[in-house]
């Protein structure tokens, strides 16, 4: 199927790190994404990796990637408050078209 | 400038009726996607085009139809609305890569 699985919540306080998992299901999929999506607003892309890579970082955000496991995480350094928000993997599926399959999406709720 | 820009943002409508949400992107993208987000967050792929062809149409009720005009407008029209059509309806375009921009959404209350 295309279920694509992330844990719903997770709570931390401020200046701790943040790891929000997905367990994805296309191996084939040739970029993993992760978008953030703030309250009453659309989906913004933070990051995304190739899939031919382990890791990537970028400022606080690091990408760990399992292809043999088909898991993807995003930590967060040093989270804020303003860094609450839901929480999205998706992958693309090999269609020739872009075609996103998003996760169930990690609402993250960062306490001061 | 809004980059995609959605309207309306909130349409409260009775069950039975005829609805439209427009979707204009100002980005030059040639793929434009339509998304629905239900209360629980999930979100699924609805229709894409590409080029105002249609590349992307996943089981969704026919009561369901997009239009587009040219390649900067995705139109969504619903017809004969039920209660669990419900939803945050989210428009979004790329220009045939991963990264979608996505408009702020239309909240659709069905009563």
């Known amino acids: 199927g295309e279920d694509v699985e992330q844990s719903l919540f997770l709570s931390v306080r401020e200046g701790d790190s943040s790891v929000i998992n997905c367990t994805y299901t296309d191996s084939s999929s040739t970029y993993l994404y992760w978008y953030k999506q703030e309250p009453g607003a659309g989906l913004q892309l933070l990051t995304y990796?190739?899939?031919?890579?382990d890791m990537k970082q970028d400022q606080r955000l690091t990408v760990l990637l399992n292809k043999k496991d088909k898991h993807l995480s995003l930590r967060i350094a040093d989270t804020q408050t303003g860094d609450s928000a839901i929480y999205f993997c998706?992958?693309?599926?090999?269609?020739?078209?872009?075609?996103?399959?998003f996760g169930t999406g990690t609402r993250l709720l960062v306490s001061p | 400038d809004t980059a995609v820009s959605q309207t309306p943002k909130y349409l409260v409508t009775q069950m039975g009726n005829d609805k439209s949400i427009k979707c204009e992107q100002n980005l030059g993208h040639d793929t434009m996607y339509w998304y629905k987000q239900d209360s629980k967050k999930f979100l699924k792929i609805m229709f894409s085009y590409n080029n105002k062809e249609l590349i992307i149409n996943e089981t969704v009720p026919n009561r369901f139809s997009p239009k587009s005009p040219d390649k900067a407008h995705l139109n969504l029209h619903i017809n004969s609305l039920e209660l669990g059509d419900s939803a945050v309806y989210f428009c979004a375009s790329s220009p045939n890569t991963g990264e979608l921009f996505f408009g702020e959404g239309s909240r659709l209350t069905v009563l």
């Open positions: 990796i190739f899939s031919n890579m």
């Open positions: 998706a992958e693309s599926m090999n269609t020739g078209f872009q075609k996103l399959v």
